[in-house]
């Protein structure tokens, strides 16, 4: 299996935007309501705003490829923290999907080791990500990695309230 993980830039965005949603609905739409996977997925993922985080200079995304295909991403930012993360200089995991059809395969632990990668070299030491409480193979996947549960938070998706927890870990 040839992959290799890159920066995501401008002229990625309708990619991204497709493997972004594709891999949201592939992972969540079983556990949630049609209309509020479409509520949430209109809203998030829609080609303007990922055009716009695309351009922040605060979001970098990632994104892996297997024979030149997507087959997973991540977006890191730097943006507001929670109180419950009190590591020093902190960075965000906001999102980390794999490809179903590549779970199991490496990519997810290629795209975790090139986020640490990535925020040590940004000059960070803490790491951070919101998870689901009701997602066990990503909550799995993070504490391998020496993620700890710090606190949570409520995640609508659609009109569903959805308890996330914030997880830290130190570089």
Not at 95 to 117: F, H, I, K, N, P
Request: with cysteine; net charge negative.
């Amino acid at each position: 299996m040839e992959m290799t993980i890159r920066r995501a830039i401008a002229a990625d965005a309708e990619m991204l935007n497709q493997l972004a949603a594709r891999t949201f609905y592939d992972t969540f739409a079983s556990s949630n309501t049609p209309e509020n996977m479409q509520a949430y997925m209109s809203a998030v993922f829609n080609l303007r705003e990922i055009e716009r985080e695309l351009a922040d200079p605060r979001s970098k995304f990632l994104i892996a490829e297997v024979g030149g295909e997507p087959a997973g991403y991540a977006k890191l930012y730097e943006g507001e923290i929670p109180e419950c993360v009190t590591g020093p200089d902190p960075i965000e995991i906001v999102r980390l999907y794999v490809e179903q059809r590549w779970l199991g395969s490496g990519v997810g632990r290629a795209l975790m080791q090139t986020c640490l990668d990535e925020a040590r070299q940004s000059g960070h030491r803490t790491i951070y990500l919101g998870v689901w409480e009701q997602n066990h193979r990503a909550l799995a996947f993070y504490r391998k990695w020496g993620f700890e549960i710090v606190g949570s938070h409520i995640l609508m998706v659609g009109d569903d309230p959805q308890k996330d927890w914030w997880m830290e870990r130190r570089l």
